[in-house]
């Protein structure tokens, strides 16, 4: 996007890499070392092979959070967790446009309960999936991995986040890239039109809660990889 002035970069590391005995010093050491957002991946063993955290969980991690808590509702249904994951304390929550029929109601129902709303798209789901639903979201998450388990590979999807770049215009929507996040895939993807990177094993890599200089290191590579691009904030 040459020319152009783009939103600062967010980094939102995936707490599902992080050490799961230790939740609270893991939140507190990503966060110390640059973390902008802190992203929780909700799996129901249903919509996603996987199961991880619920309500009570989330909860527990907003005592730890003093940055944004953006959870990622990978569950099916969605609407009669809504309110619970509000009390929990999330800031965003965002539903996949696949885990329901009614997800104009289901983005409503976010608002409504004080969050800020996201739709989430499968890396095989059509970007035109968001294009009635972006005077109500917040965020669009575009999957370049199959949710359900982190540290896959990465799927370029960069076309689709440029025409969903383009149906955004300038509407105060995130462009949130969720799989594969690393700084090889971090420039393209900025370059297409996203603007907040969730980052798993890439962060959490070679780190730990007594070791967090290694987080540090990773999440300023991966901003500096993305800042490369011209107009770009680190």
């Known amino acids: 996007m040459k020319g152009t002035t783009m939103p600062q970069i967010r980094i939102a590391p995936?707490?599902?890499s992080a050490d799961f005995a230790d939740f609270g010093r893991e939140i507190r050491a990503i966060e110390a070392q640059g973390a902008d957002w802190v992203h929780v991946d909700v799996m129901?063993?249903?919509f996603v092979p996987n199961l991880t955290f619920g309500p009570p969980a989330v909860k527990a991690f907003r005592r730890h959070v003093t940055t944004t808590m953006d959870v990622h509702l990978m569950i099916a249904p969605v609407d009669p967790f809504i309110g619970a994951y509000?009390?929990?304390?999330?800031?965003?929550?965002t539903a996949h446009v696949e885990a329901g029929p009614h997800i104009h109601r289901t983005l409503q129902a976010i608002r409504a309960a004080g969050?800020?709303?996201g739709v989430a798209l499968n890396p095989a789901t059509p970007v035109e999936a968001a294009e009635h639903l972006l005077d109500l979201a917040d965020l669009v998450c575009v999957m370049t991995?199959?949710?359900g388990f982190g540290g896959q590979k990465f799927i370029d999807l960069?076309?689709?986040?440029r025409r969903l770049r383009g149906m955004i215009g300038d509407r105060p929507i995130h462009i949130?890239?969720?799989?594969?996040v690393d700084p090889t895939t971090a420039p393209g993807l900025v370059r297409a039109g996203a603007d907040v990177l969730v980052a798993g094993s890439a962060v959490f890599?070679?780190?730990?809660?007594?070791?967090?200089?290694?987080y540090g290191r990773n999440i300023r590579a991966i901003r500096s990889a993305a800042a490369l691009l011209e107009g770009v904030a680190p």
């Open 14 to 16: 995936s707490i599902l």
């Open 44 to 46: 129901d063993g249903h």
């Open 86 to 93: 509000a009390e929990a304390g999330a800031d965003i929550l």
């Open 115 to 117: 969050m800020k709303a």
């Open 145 to 147: 991995v199959n949710p």
């Open 158 to 161: 960069a076309p689709k986040i």
């Open 176 to 180: 949130e890239v969720d799989g594969g």
């Open 205 to 214: 890599r070679d780190g730990s809660a007594d070791a967090p200089e290694a």
